[in-house]
Protein backbone atom coordinates (compact mmCIF):
# COMPACT_ATOMS: atom_id res chain seq x y z
CA UNK A 1 0.00 0.00 0.00
CA UNK A 2 2.54 2.67 1.08
CA UNK A 3 4.44 1.92 -2.65
CA UNK A 4 1.53 3.20 -3.97
CA UNK A 5 0.36 6.09 -2.00
CA UNK A 6 3.29 8.51 -3.24
CA UNK A 7 5.72 8.01 -0.32
CA UNK A 8 9.23 6.42 0.17
CA UNK A 9 9.47 3.78 2.57
CA UNK A 10 12.46 4.33 3.69
CA UNK A 11 13.69 2.15 6.55
CA UNK A 12 16.04 3.52 9.38
CA UNK A 13 17.04 0.98 11.74
CA UNK A 14 19.29 0.31 15.15
CA UNK A 15 21.49 -2.88 14.58
CA UNK A 16 23.97 -3.04 17.35
CA UNK A 17 24.20 -6.63 16.42
CA UNK A 18 27.55 -5.53 14.85
CA UNK A 19 28.79 -3.68 17.62
CA UNK A 20 28.35 -6.63 20.07
CA UNK A 21 30.05 -8.82 16.71
CA UNK A 22 26.94 -11.08 16.69
CA UNK A 23 26.65 -10.97 13.17
CA UNK A 24 29.06 -9.44 10.22
CA UNK A 25 28.73 -6.78 7.56
CA UNK A 26 27.82 -9.20 5.13
CA UNK A 27 25.42 -11.42 7.45
CA UNK A 28 23.20 -8.13 8.01
CA UNK A 29 23.23 -7.73 4.21
CA UNK A 30 21.94 -11.25 3.51
CA UNK A 31 19.12 -10.77 6.47
CA UNK A 32 18.05 -7.41 3.92
CA UNK A 33 18.55 -9.05 1.18
CA UNK A 34 16.15 -11.34 2.81
CA UNK A 35 14.07 -9.11 3.65
CA UNK A 36 13.90 -7.34 0.01
CA UNK A 37 12.59 -10.85 -0.81
CA UNK A 38 10.03 -11.28 1.03
CA UNK A 39 8.77 -8.25 0.37
CA UNK A 40 9.05 -8.65 -3.51
CA UNK A 41 6.85 -12.09 -3.02
CA UNK A 42 3.82 -9.35 -2.03
CA UNK A 43 4.67 -6.48 -4.37
CA UNK A 44 6.37 -3.93 -2.16
CA UNK A 45 9.79 -2.98 -1.72
CA UNK A 46 11.85 -0.86 0.52
CA UNK A 47 13.05 2.79 -1.72
CA UNK A 48 16.50 2.85 1.24
CA UNK A 49 17.34 0.98 4.18
CA UNK A 50 20.17 2.74 6.39
CA UNK A 51 21.04 1.36 9.79
CA UNK A 52 22.85 2.33 12.63
CA UNK A 53 25.51 -0.87 13.62
CA UNK A 54 26.41 1.50 16.53
CA UNK A 55 26.19 0.34 20.46
CA UNK A 56 27.39 2.57 23.52
CA UNK A 57 27.75 -0.15 25.88
CA UNK A 58 30.65 -2.33 26.12
CA UNK A 59 31.10 -5.41 28.04
CA UNK A 60 29.76 -7.59 24.84
CA UNK A 61 32.15 -11.23 23.85
CA UNK A 62 33.52 -10.81 20.35
CA UNK A 63 31.97 -6.76 20.25
CA UNK A 64 33.84 -4.95 17.37
CA UNK A 65 35.55 -1.29 19.13
CA UNK A 66 35.51 0.32 16.56
CA UNK A 67 31.67 0.72 16.30
CA UNK A 68 31.34 0.91 20.34
CA UNK A 69 30.71 4.61 20.64
CA UNK A 70 27.85 6.71 21.14
CA UNK A 71 26.66 8.31 17.82
CA UNK A 72 24.45 10.56 16.17
CA UNK A 73 22.83 8.06 13.99
CA UNK A 74 21.00 5.50 16.32
CA UNK A 75 17.66 6.14 16.96
CA UNK A 76 16.46 7.91 18.71
CA UNK A 77 19.27 10.48 17.25
CA UNK A 78 18.05 11.97 14.12
CA UNK A 79 21.00 11.21 12.18
CA UNK A 80 19.91 8.37 9.22
CA UNK A 81 16.19 10.55 9.05
CA UNK A 82 18.59 13.29 8.26
CA UNK A 83 20.61 11.33 6.28
CA UNK A 84 17.70 10.13 4.21
CA UNK A 85 16.00 13.25 4.01
CA UNK A 86 19.33 14.47 1.95
CA UNK A 87 19.69 12.17 -0.19
CA UNK A 88 15.84 12.03 -1.29
CA UNK A 89 15.26 15.65 -0.93
CA UNK A 90 12.49 14.60 1.57
CA UNK A 91 10.09 16.76 3.34
CA UNK A 92 10.50 15.48 7.07
CA UNK A 93 7.57 17.45 8.15
CA UNK A 94 5.28 15.78 5.35
CA UNK A 95 6.91 12.71 6.15
CA UNK A 96 5.68 9.61 9.28
CA UNK A 97 8.08 7.28 11.27
CA UNK A 98 6.25 4.15 12.00
CA UNK A 99 8.26 1.86 14.62
CA UNK A 100 8.01 -0.46 17.07
CA UNK A 101 9.74 1.44 20.34
CA UNK A 102 9.03 4.53 21.99
CA UNK A 103 12.90 4.84 20.82
CA UNK A 104 11.02 4.89 17.10
CA UNK A 105 8.80 7.37 18.12
CA UNK A 106 10.87 9.65 20.07
CA UNK A 107 13.38 9.84 16.42
CA UNK A 108 10.71 10.61 14.33
CA UNK A 109 9.36 13.55 16.56
CA UNK A 110 12.82 15.00 17.47
CA UNK A 111 13.55 14.95 13.62
CA UNK A 112 9.74 16.80 12.77
CA UNK A 113 7.68 14.29 11.05
CA UNK A 114 4.46 15.19 10.59
CA UNK A 115 3.23 11.98 12.47
CA UNK A 116 5.32 9.61 14.79
CA UNK A 117 3.33 6.27 15.16
CA UNK A 118 4.09 3.35 17.07
CA UNK A 119 2.77 -0.13 16.85
CA UNK A 120 3.06 -3.00 18.53
CA UNK A 121 6.19 -5.07 17.62
CA UNK A 122 3.30 -8.19 16.39
CA UNK A 123 1.23 -4.92 15.79
CA UNK A 124 -0.49 -4.66 12.46
CA UNK A 125 0.78 -2.63 10.06
CA UNK A 126 -1.82 -2.45 7.59
CA UNK A 127 -3.96 -0.17 10.29
CA UNK A 128 -0.64 2.36 10.92
CA UNK A 129 -0.90 2.61 7.26
CA UNK A 130 -4.91 3.54 7.65
CA UNK A 131 -3.34 6.63 9.88
CA UNK A 132 -1.37 7.86 6.95
CA UNK A 133 -3.36 7.18 3.17
Known amino acids: EINNSGYLAVVITNQPVIARGEISFEQLNEIHNKLEV ?11 LYYCPHHP ?12 KICGCRKP ?8 AKDFNIDVSNSFMIGDSEQDAECGRKAGCKKSIRIATNGNLHDALKEII
Open 77 to 84: STGLIEQA
Open 38 to 48: LLGKEGAYIDA
Open 57 to 68: DKGFEGERPEYK
